[in-house]
């Protein structure tokens, strides 16, 4: 695998320049593949080696490519000791290795014999220079008393994508919702419920029937200045726990827990603590008598307790973090809420996937958090996404998330009852929903994490081209080839057998995977992984057609079952940390 390459590589370096191989594992990497047929395997940036000092920063850097290369190759010849490297080039600022192909073949494909299942690349140089610890992720987090927003939906899912990536990598991961469960919304749903709501209509259709009451209380807050004051008194029951006021609060969260955790279901997601801004009320009003006795609490000329962020201390930026009655905002609570997280898990990162939109709130937070004295402040991050337009199912544009998977489960199994490859599944409801699902996910990885993008039902559904439906569909194709030559599977191959034009890129593309792994960890955008499997279906559909397992002799069925079993697993694995449930027939 790449791990056993790099090596060999950088120590053929490290005795050309007199230097530690480690020196050279960052610069190291695997081609990609664009076309069939490539000869290099690994290529070495010079300015990395410039960057680190290894090289001259000064002169020519065609010229170091060129000179370095000759200097390798003339090793190479001369030590007649290194089987893995067959070829040393110069490109433009790299310099280009081309290794044994047997051994290529060889090294790629045994070890899916030898690691478990799911462990391919992970055991990497570049993956072990990774921090790894306690990491607490917050995501999907939505407020209560209201119907899960398809908004939502790219909070849940980058955010699982995140947790099984750091699990996958050997963190000690927990998965929290933080739900918006406090604040003035509940004094205008408490307000509103008094006036619009129905117990028994709360009984048949829970979140429904409170979404309505959302609904209508606000517009009457709009004309009603009595209604308004009305939910302020009855937040303020709420802060002073007044029995009836918290009575009603409580069966609004459970209800809408119960229903989230369906959806949840459905998604395949899972969190391992359901928190909520309630949880911190107390400890809210302890970080803003922490705030006063370190004078970083101001009163503003409204009368509001404000931490005065500029840098010249002349309350140019400021951060509200009580109100002129005493009642504390959504930030107290998140100040609070990391302080005890902190104190109780111990974490090494903390990582928010919330919106673009609430940039400068974690930028706040952070620097509030900092100033109160707390250095694990650096360690927390900011994970921010963009927006999603035109998502809306044939019955309009008000969309809850049930509606979107609802609607990608109707129309992913109408296209598959329409295919003609379609095999009959066991349950195709499910293979549907799980297909639908795939198809979401891949539509909103495949770009940059904090763009926009347009949601279009037709071209996420697609069977050919770019999409979840494409690898799904490659997956099944590969478990099925797998299942039916069962009887052709050996623990031995020969590596001989699979140096053609179309197995060659395949093994080259998996050379890649720890790469991905590594830059995925590192930005935490999902698209390095999705267009890596995206690519690795495309090279399969090559070598498929053209390396029939059936009808060819036996050695040469088993080590071709080896590259397709191998890259099976690689998708599989790939799949189940961008948050997919791959499936075995469609």
């Not at 606000?218 to 004051?229: F, L, R, S, T």
């Not at 109707?410 to 699902?437: F, H, W, Y």
């Not at 071709?560 to 499936?583: H, Q």
Request: charged share 25%; glycine share 6%.
């Amino acid at each position: 695998m790449a791990c056993f390459f790099r090596r060999r590589i950088a120590a053929q370096l490290g005795c050309t320049l007199q230097q530690p191989e480690d020196a050279f594992i960052p610069a190291l990497a695997a081609v990609p593949v664009f076309k069939k047929q490539q000869s290099a395997d690994f290529k070495l940036s010079i300015a990395t080696l410039r960057m680190s000092g290894i090289l001259p920063s000064s002169g020519d850097i065609q010229l170091q490519a060129e000179s370095l290369a000759a200097r390798v190759r003339f090793m190479t010849d001369d030590l007649k000791r290194d089987s893995v490297v067959e070829d040393v080039s110069a490109g433009r600022g790299v310099i280009n290795f081309k290794v044994n192909r047997k051994l290529l073949v060889q090294k790629v494909l045994e070890s899916f014999g030898k690691e478990e299942e799911g462990q391919f690349g992970l055991n990497s140089e570049l993956l072990n220079t990774l921090t790894r610890g306690t990491t607490l992720v917050e995501y999907s987090s939505p407020n209560i008393a209201k119907k899960f927003h398809a908004g939502h939906l790219r909070s849940t899912i980058i955010g699982n994508f995140i947790a099984n990536l750091k699990q996958c990598l050997g963190n000690n991961v927990i998965r929290m919702n933080y739900l918006g469960d406090w604040g003035m919304q509940f004094g205008l749903l408490g307000a509103g419920f008094a006036k619009f709501g129905c117990q028994e209509k709360l009984k048949q259709n829970p979140l429904q029937h409170l979404f309505e009451v959302y609904v209508e209380v606000n517009k009457d807050v709009e004309q009603n200045e009595e209604m308004m004051q009305a939910a302020r008194a009855f937040f303020s029951q709420l802060e002073q726990h007044d029995s009836e006021a918290v009575s009603l609060w409580q069966q609004f969260r459970e209800i809408t827990v119960d229903e989230y955790q369906h959806v949840y279901k459905r998604l395949g997601v899972h969190f391992d603590i359901y928190s909520g801004e309630s949880f911190h009320q107390q400890q809210a009003q302890q970080v803003v008598q922490k705030l006063q006795s370190q004078g970083l609490l101001k009163t503003s000329e409204k009368g509001t307790g404000v931490v005065d962020l500029s840098t010249a201390k002349d309350m140019s930026s400021v951060s509200t973090v009580l109100r002129s009655d005493g009642t504390t905002l959504y930030i107290t609570r998140d100040l609070a809420a990391a302080i005890d997280r902190k104190e109780k898990y111990h974490f090494d990162e903390m990582i928010y996937v919330t919106d673009k939109s609430q940039a400068i709130h974690f930028q706040q937070l952070f620097h509030i958090l900092l100033a109160m004295g707390h250095s694990w402040a650096d360690r927390c991050e900011h994970v921010p996404f963009g927006l999603v337009r035109g998502m809306k199912t044939r019955r309009g544009e008000v969309v809850f998330l049930e509606d979107v998977l609802d609607e990608a489960r109707a129309r992913m199994l109408r296209n598959m009852n329409q295919s003609k490859t379609t095999k009959e599944t066991v349950n195709p409801e499910d293979t549907a929903e799980k297909v639908g699902i795939s198809a979401l996910i891949v539509q909103d990885f495949r770009g940059p994490r904090e763009s926009d993008y347009t949601f279009d039902w037709d071209r996420m559904l697609q069977a050919q081209g770019d999409t979840g439906v494409f690898l799904q569909y490659t997956h099944a194709r590969l478990h099925s080839l797998i299942q039916r030559n069962e009887g052709v599977a050996a623990v031995l191959f020969d590596p001989s057998h699979l140096l053609e034009q179309t197995s060659v890129p395949v093994l080259q593309h998996l050379l890649r995977y720890d790469e991905v792994l590594y830059q995925s960890a590192k930005d935490l955008q999902p698209k390095h992984l999705v267009n890596f499997l995206l690519k690795l279906c495309h090279l399969i559909a090559s070598a498929h057609r053209e390396l029939p397992v059936k009808g060819s002799s036996q050695d040469v069925a088993q080590a071709r079952l080896r590259l397709f079993s191998g890259a099976r697993s690689v998708l599989a694995n790939g799949m189940k940390i961008l948050g997919i449930t791959p499936v075995d027939q469609m």
